[in-house]
Nanobody, 123 residues
Framework: QVQLVESGGGLVQAGGSLRLSCAASGRTVSAYTMGWFRQAPGKEREFVAAIRWSGGSAYGADSVKGRFTISRDNAKNTVYLQMNSLKPEDTAVYYC????????????????WGQGTQVTVSS
């Protein structure tokens, strides 16, 4: 079992920045790939970025490339999502998720999920 707790969401003006955190606890978190997803009202959950604890590989969805950066602190069992140059269309609930194995863009392949944190970007 893996528990995930997100934090760092809030209200920000367009062009601003936020850093989301996801604290992981439970069994062998180092074995898990961690992902960030987001879901806006009335829309499907969308992949944002993913990173492996051990291999360090990371990538982001096309809509956020160049603006968002995923990183991790293994000592703290925490994954971060640095979001810069935020746009109103980035408004969504952001979720942290974990899965065993390689990075994946498919939400269905992630077994564990956090409760989500709201990000609102005003124009």
């Amino acid at each position: 079992q893996v528990q995930l707790v997100e934090s760092g969401g809030g209200l920000v003006q367009a062009g601003g920045s936020l850093r989301l955190s996801c604290a992981a606890s439970g069994r062998t978190v180092s074995a898990y790939t961690m992902g960030w997803f987001r879901q806006a009202p009335g829309k499907e959950r969308e992949f944002v970025a993913a990173i492996r604890w051990s291999g360090g590989s990371a990538y982001g969805a096309d809509s956020v490339k160049g603006r968002f950066t995923i990183s991790r602190d293994n000592a703290k069992n925490t994954v971060y999502l640095q979001m810069n140059s935020l746009k109103p269309e980035d408004t969504a609930v952001y979720y942290c998720a974990a899965r065993l194995g390689a990075t994946s863009t498919a939400a269905a392949e992630y077994r564990y999920w956090g409760q989500g944190t709201q990000v609102t970007v005003s124009s």
